[in-house]
């Protein structure tokens, strides 16, 4: 039996789950972010309170680890740190990228040849974007794309591609190709972190908790304020 606690902060939705040996036994998640330095301790705490009421020994903490904003990364890796230092339990790892396609291939019905790309927004029209397969085989790794016609117009001409995640709304009007599909409201969040969390866990794959640090893709860079005068 297995227990582990899931972390998702790489967006502005802040979530929180528990999962006990497959099954999601608790979630909570909030859409009205970024609140992530205000709601995250009390959804833990929640999660950790209703696992111990249920005598269930929580075995490792599962985050999000990029890319995504910088600034919930960073709240959400130090948030499992600290679990793992206090609770004396092990950290796992789940690309954020990868966990949206969780609920695309649990409740959408896609072709068989069909590619997913999911999308976090990072400005303009750049994206943070990866591509899979059906069975999460990457087809192209995870890289920030300036979004034009053509940027994945080879694969479209062979294949259909799912878009979806807060970055795929403004490629709508950019990416016409007929074998673009769009998908809308697909968040990376807590509870679909389970199974990749759990395959990571039985092949004992565990992130070093003293230097782990998430993968942001882009290094942040501190903007000077302007002069007001």
Request: with cysteine.
């Amino acid at each position: 039996m297995s227990c582990i606690l899931h972390i998702e902060t790489s967006t502005n939705v802040c979530s929180v789950a528990v999962s006990e040996d497959g099954q999601c036994i608790f979630s909570k998640e909030d859409f009205n972010g970024p609140n992530h330095a205000v709601v995250l301790g009390s959804f833990v705490d929640e999660a950790l309170s209703f696992a111990d009421s249920h005598a269930i020994p929580v075995d490792a903490v599962a985050v999000s680890s990029g890319p995504g904003s910088y600034t919930g990364l960073r709240i959400g890796v130090s948030m499992a740190k600290g679990i793992c230092y206090g609770h004396g339990i092990k950290l796992l790892s789940v690309p954020t990228l990868k966990l949206m396609c969780v609920p695309i291939l649990l409740r959408e019905m896609i072709e068989d040849a069909a590619l997913l790309c999911p999308m976090l927004d990072a400005r303009r029209m750049e994206v943070y974007a990866a591509i899979f397969d059906r069975s999460l085989r990457e087809i192209r790794p995870t890289q920030a794309d300036i979004v034009d016609e053509n940027t994945y117009k080879v694969l479209l001409d062979r294949q259909p591609i799912y878009f979806f995640g807060n970055g795929a709304e403004k490629c709508k009007e950019v990416i016409r190709h007929p074998n673009a599909r769009f998908l809308a409201d697909i968040h990376p969040l807590a509870k679909w972190m389970m199974p990749l969390a759990e395959r990571k866990m039985m092949n004992g794959e565990y992130e070093d908790v003293a230097y782990f640090v998430p993968y942001y893709l882009k290094d942040f860079v501190a903007k000077m304020p302007k002069k007001l005068l």
